[in-house]
């Protein structure tokens, strides 16, 4: 009879809505049935992406969709920047590398945001520089990173500016087109309530110019092929019927909430969780520039963070994430994206404050709780 | 209340278990929970492709799978055998001129198998030949190559034989190890009667080899890290959690029936198929190789073939496939491939008959379901 909790960044939750849309019989892809619901969800996920930009639906996962960027939009033997203040920046420069590309790579501190004045010098002083990627939320450490910052200062430059947007996209603000993002990438398993599975990539004006002289081989991802399918309302290989389905039920339930009021749920779901970590005597990891998608702290001294979390998820069904890379054991991070809401917040304090209190951690049970339901109880 | 068919080669109709699946709540990939769902997928996988291979699941479709074969096999400036006899071998010369890969293409008309002599001519004649890419079934024909015999000659040479089993895995014999098939690509969505989504590929100690030297670029599909991620029970990025789920589902199912029982229920279905077109007095597109999980029948003259696919589909609910290239218009096919039996074919070929009928052609109803039905009653 325990029911399960899962606030990972990924996969998140879903939504009956999309439960019930995943197991539905299928139907074939070259119909006007589904047709339909392939305009459907390139007009929705417009209006989640912001931008009156082409959406591509890719099966493939959103790694699938960070490879198309750079295999589109460059030659090896260009150059591009990357950020690596954490996994998913890291993976950026492993892709580049993969094609060839050579990457001017900024470091940040893991748990710290990117300045944009440094990517500024940067790209004054290579003008050599065709991309910058950059990370929405740095899943690996609770970071969001001034994305439109960024874009004010790439937008004047000769190179394109390409988001990693898989963690955050329908979570939280991602102005495509206002901020000059060139290329946004996505996936299926977060904001967007779905299982893994589906890939997304916007391209602007500006990266399509790159992506006719992009040299790097490539036939599954290439853009151009899934540009000439898409105006015809096709894909160019079968697409994944069933997940494409049931991204239209998470659109129409975006749509009806409305993006400024998801985003708001999601801002009072991470500072309700800030507040507890605060009142439970724990240390944010990512103070300074702590997202809205995923709340990092410190494992306390003393304490097992592989196992707390463990514990969390085999005795009482709530399932949140450790930390990644150096930092395995040393942060855990609750996610609040997707189809989450204050229940499920509360409930995961609640038993984060039992599990540390049994771990040996000096706590006052509820203290936590309390001052999440004080920030949930807030008109702000 | 109208039900629908599915006969087309992909999709193909979903296993009520199968959808029971897909609709569950989604667990984290990173547990032990679905760590031995992966292991049970693998195990299951192993069956189907009968081999001591390690398999690997993508999260892709099927033509994602074919790239990974020729990006981790081969480099630029390599040479391989292409046989092109449908699109879906014109698929393979399509990915390896993507990558810069030299090919021999080996023409074959539309509707034949190839010839393993004129493979075996082409490789003694030049020892440059690294791979030969090959289709089990040519979807767009019908037509069923003769693997087993590729494999014998393949296997005395420097090369590596690769087949395209999307089409006709788990429906269709394939011994891979016992036909030295090097590389094996399959997809979820036609004999393992899944929905699109999930790409297979299997990888011989011979293949391995080529992939410690390949030099194509590549990151989503690198088998190497593949590999590694295998051999601890995970997979390199988010792999499609629902659909991996779903395919313990309908390998159970495979291994319940037992392979060599569901290639009979195949065969037999094909033969009824085959009768019935000729009770109906209609010429088999592939006669001398037709495969046992398509049927390609010509249209008869003077009927409109794309009118009467789409009204055996808008009227009666029953949806077959049309021909793909310059035999859009020319032939039909009826899909007899994973959850499908006796019922569904009985009640495709009696609106077959009605749907032609109406349409002029001179038939006698029930002439081509008499057909069938004495195949199916017969206990050869």
Partial sequence: MRKSYLLTPGPTPLPPQVCEALGRPIIHHRTPQFQAILKEANEGLRYVFQTKNDVFILASSGTGAMEAAVANLLSAGDTAITIQGGKFGERWTEICNSYGIN?????????????????????????????????????????????????????????????????????????????????????????????????????????????????????????KAAKKALDKTDTPFTPAITLIIALCESLKMLKEDGLENVFLRHKKMADATKAAMKAMGLELFAASAASDVVTAAKVPQGIDGEKMVKTMRDTYGVTIAGGQGEFKSRIFRIAHMGYIEKSDIIFCLACLEKVLSQMGYKINLGAGVKAAEEIFNSHT
């Fill in 103 to 223: 990457t001017e790579i900024i470091e940040v501190q893991w748990g710290e945001a990117v300045e944009a004045r440094e990517i500024e010098k940067r790209i004054k002083a290579n003008p050599k520089i065709k991309a910058v990627f950059t990370t929405l939320c740095e899943t690996s450490t609770g970071v969001v990173n001034d994305i439109e910052a960024v874009g004010k200062i790439v937008r004047n430059s000769q190179a394109v500016l390409v988001v990693d947007a898989i963690s955050g996209l329908g979570a939280i603000d991602l102005q495509t087109d206002s901020w000059f993002c060139d290329v946004v990438v996505s996936g299926s398993q977060k904001g967007l309530m779905l299982p893994p599975g589906l890939g997304f990539i916007s391209v602007s004006p500006k990266a399509w110019k790159l992506v006719q002289d992009s040299k790097c081989p490539k036939y599954y991802f290439d853009l």
